[in-house]
Nanobody, 120 residues
């Protein structure tokens, strides 16, 4: 199983970016997909999560600005980031919990990071 993240880049304050995370490989079902971020010199933190039932949760710092969505048919999650601030600068990682078969107890996977830089 692989998670491929894309969509990072350089954007001015107030701008927008859309991150995508595509899961591929032997996947029976995906429980949840999340985005984490790690600012320079800081610990990795949860940004947003979407569960299999479509329920979502967000870090307080991004509520009202970021939206996580999911395309279950394509095993893909997206993070729409609006009104970006310099403090959103970080490496963003996707994370998924999934089952590889009906009998599989479930595992967690990380994607590679994608850099988001918010600067004028």
């Amino acid at each position: 199983v692989q998670l491929q993240a894309s969509g990072g880049g350089l954007v001015q304050p107030g701008g927008s970016l859309r991150l995508s995370c595509a899961a591929s490989g032997s996947i029976f079902s995906i429980n949840s997909m999340s985005w984490y971020r790690q600012p320079p010199g800081k610990q990795r933190e949860l940004v947003a999560l979407i569960a299999s039932d479509g329920s979502t949760s967000y870090a307080d710092s991004v509520k009202g600005r970021f939206t996580i969505s999911r395309d279950s048919a394509k095993n893909t999650a997206h993070l729409q980031m609006n009104s970006l601030k310099p403090e959103d600068t970080a490496v963003y990682y996707c994370y998924a919990t999934l089952k590889r078969a009906s009998w599989h107890p479930g595992s967690a996977y990380w994607g590679q990071g994608t850099q988001v830089t918010v600067s004028s």
